[in-house]
């Protein structure tokens, strides 16, 4: 299917305009990374059919690599050997014969590239966070890290290229960064690539293609829809949104939501065109529009969207992009502080497929930003959108370093319980890591059954306190329980603590320990699973 996809995506007749004049695609421009070796970046544009294009690349010491293409259909393609990390270069089009034309594009380097996608917190601009004059102050001391956004635009059929270009290349300026609030470029993604620039001493490429209140379905394609059974449209609930102070998006754009995200749109309009792009990786954060949308299905259509994303950019490179690409995500952090509902910490659960945590099996070579102990009750933007980005990406860059890099001793996951022993009115929560606890008296909750059944989230939860921890040990009392303890669970709540104080961090308190619900009794045979 996808081999099919990608003859479609260049032998496809395109507009007349498009085809006339000589051109790279909307997404090549000046001061552009390009993926560096070992991955071969991929070139492509617009020219008169049949005729011949020579793609050259030069760069400081006057090294020249050329190669020759054919306009086919109107499109041009050119696919570069591996170069190296560095720059700049000149990458030049020459379109020979009658029509003879030529494109220069200037100052290119070769590095990582990113692409950066999601919904508000996202499109969170670098105006809206906190200390945001002094992290604006520091975007002309990393002219390494380049930066793009597509414009918002949708499509009822994929698209082969952006329609409009919000933020073109460009070397990250003050002015450039700190834009106007949820319209300009994402602060968790320039934050995540300058945090990474320091890290790798080479350059950055951020593509940034996002929207506020945008539900997965919107980025997903009709195939991935099918495979969670996601393929009819669904009217979005949208009422948890208009709750003050939880406004995902901007207060205007509220009354167009309730029509505007049809299955597949922005999948067709601004990731599609992208596909044919080389690149390293990709973060996400997106997740808080599905609280009231297919919630229980997110643990399907987030994952299957991952895999999706993963074999149409294999594909739409000519298998330039790898094919288990990382992919990083931020488990979304609060929305209202007194809430009783269970979305959130649903939502949060469904975004690891149910395990708590990523990687996991069924999420291979992914990373997971832990964001729920960072509220904002006091954001001007509604606590569904937290100042606080910088932590965000610097947890996201940690799992990057460790998963995407494999840099060997970088923490970057929380505490996770690998056992549970009840004894008697004492639950011995074991985690994988060494921890640092505070005193809790209601963050852990125990449910009680009169019999031996599994739990969910309308049954009988009680608060289960802290009694002692060690090392990598936690305590809990279950005297409260007077039935049978049927299961456990942590930070299940819309806002479980307060910033940077929920009961169970890592050692160095740097990483919270994700949420987490487990049931005692979910073996086949009915036996204590503890």
């Known amino acids: 299917m996808y081999t099919l996809l990608a003859l479609f995506l260049f032998c496809v007749a395109v507009s007349l305009n498009s085809a006339a004049e000589f051109s790279f695609a909307s997404y090549y421009g000046d001061h552009m990374v390009l993926q560096k070796a070992p991955e071969r970046a991929v070139l492509w544009g617009y020219g008169a059919n049949g005729s011949k294009v020579i793609v050259s690349l030069e760069g400081e010491q006057g090294s020249r690599a050329e190669q020759a293409v054919y306009v086919q259909n109107g499109v041009w393609r050119a696919t570069l050997d591996p170069v190296k990390a560095g720059g700049p270069y000149n990458v030049t089009a020459v379109q020979q014969g009658a029509g003879k034309a030529q494109v220069t594009l200037t100052d290119v380097l070769f590095g990582d590239v990113w692409l950066c996608g999601g919904q508000s917190n996202m499109a969170y601009t670098l105006s809206q966070v906190i200390n945001e004059s002094a992290e604006a102050a520091l975007a002309s001391k990393y002219p390494q890290v380049r930066i793009f956004m597509a414009a918002l635009e949708t499509s009822r059929e994929p698209l082969m290229d952006l329609p409009r270009v919000e933020v073109p290349w460009s070397v990250p300026t003050a002015e450039l960064l700190a834009g106007p609030a949820f319209t300009h470029f994402s602060a968790v993604c320039w934050l995540f690539g300058r945090y990474l620039y320091k890290t790798l001493g080479y350059p950055v490429g951020l593509v940034s293609s996002c929207w506020g209140g945008t539900p997965v379905e919107a980025w997903s394609s009709t195939r991935a829809l099918q495979k969670c059974g996601l393929e009819k449209q669904e009217k979005l609930d949208i009422s948890f949104m208009k709750l003050p102070g939880t406004l995902p998006v901007p207060p205007e754009s509220v009354s167009r939501l309730m029509n505007a995200w049809k299955n597949s749109v922005l999948w067709n309009a601004m990731i599609h065109p992208l596909l044919s792009m080389t690149i390293k990786g990709a973060i996400w954060y997106q997740g808080e529009s599905n609280t009231g949308y297919h919630l229980y299905k997110y643990s399907c259509s987030f994952p299957t969207m991952i895999d999706d994303w993963r074999e149409a950019f294999h594909t739409g490179s000519g298998g330039q992009t790898a094919l288990d690409f990382p992919f990083g995500f931020v488990q979304i952090s609060t929305s209202v502080k007194s809430s009783k509902s269970y979305a959130f910490p649903i939502l949060r659960w469904q975004q690891s497929a149910r395990y708590g945590y990523a990687p996991n099996p069924r999420m291979k070579n992914t990373f997971m930003a832990v964001a729920l102990d960072l509220p904002d009750e006091r954001s001007p933007w509604g606590s569904i959108h937290p100042r606080d980005k910088q932590d965000v990406a610097y947890r996201l860059t940690l799992g990057a370093r460790a998963v995407a890099y494999g840099e060997k001793g970088v923490a970057f996951q929380g505490p996770f319980p690998a056992k549970v022993l009840l004894d008697g009115d004492s639950l011995n929560v074991t985690y994988t890591q060494a921890v640092s606890v505070t005193n809790s008296s209601s963050v852990f909750e125990v449910c009680c059954t ?81």
């Open 450 to 530: 009169q019999e031996k059944k599994p739990c969910n989230s309308s049954s009988t939860w009680l608060p289960a306190p802290t009694v002692q921890w060690g090392r990598s040990y936690v305590q809990l009392s279950v005297s409260g329980c007077k039935d049978v303890v049927s299961g456990l669970r942590y930070a299940w709540r819309d806002w479980p603590c307060d910033f940077k104080a929920c009961p169970v961090y890592s050692a160095d308190r740097e990483l919270p320990a994700p949420p987490f619900t487990g049931n005692r009794w979910m073996r086949p045979d009915g036996q204590d699973d503890w």
